[in-house]
């Protein structure tokens, strides 16, 4: 394994924020990704997987009734190493033009009082869900949001070079 220049992102500065993935064209169009980083991560507990569960319900659920976003949201869900959730839009918008939207959207599961969806028919693993903690977390992620509204560090990513393997791939990971 060797490092190449090929700046990727150092998981060891990493703190709770809304920061670019990637940004794709298709056709005409323009689709970016978020990482919504909601823990550091292996630097505290990761989110608990059922509290994780609830939150994409809730919150996929807010997005995509939300008036004025919900024609520009693609996708809503956890990332696997659970320290946070991936966003997709439509367009190109810096993170600081959606800090409203997901300091709104964490903020919104206080006042949940059944998780949607649920039941078997919507959701492969329906028994997995703790809302109490999802409050929990959210609550605590939405204060975090809204005391660095204006720190620029919650809306851009440290770099690092990326690991190449042996047979010259890259390493990509979120
Ligand atoms: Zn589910």
């Known amino acids: 394994m060797e490092l190449i220049q090929s700046f990727s992102v150092d998981h060891t500065k990493i703190i709770p924020g809304i920061f670019v993935s990637r940004v794709d064209t298709l056709g005409d169009n323009t ?73 709104r959207a964490f903020r919104s599961v206080e006042g949940v009082d059944v998780v949607p969806g649920t039941n078997e028919e919507n959701c492969g693993n329906y028994l997995m869900h703790n809302l109490p903690m999802a409050k929990w977390y959210a609550r605590k992620f939405a204060d975090y949001l809204a005391a660095n509204a204006d720190n620029d560090d919650i809306y851009e990513y440290p770099k690092t070079a990326r690991l190449v393997t042996d047979d010259g791939r890259q390493f990509h990971d979120s």
Request: aromatic share 10%.
């Open 31 to 103: 689709v970016t990704t978020y990482d919504i980083r909601v823990t550091r991560p292996n630097a505290e507990p990761a989110v608990d997987v059922a509290a994780m569960h609830s939150l994409e319900h809730i919150i996929a659920t807010f997005l995509r009734n939300d008036p004025d976003w919900k024609d520009q949201i693609i996708y809503w869900g956890p990332m696997g190493c659970l320290t946070g959730f991936y966003l997709i839009l439509k367009g190109n918008k810096a993170p600081k033009e959606i800090h409203d939207l997901l300091l």
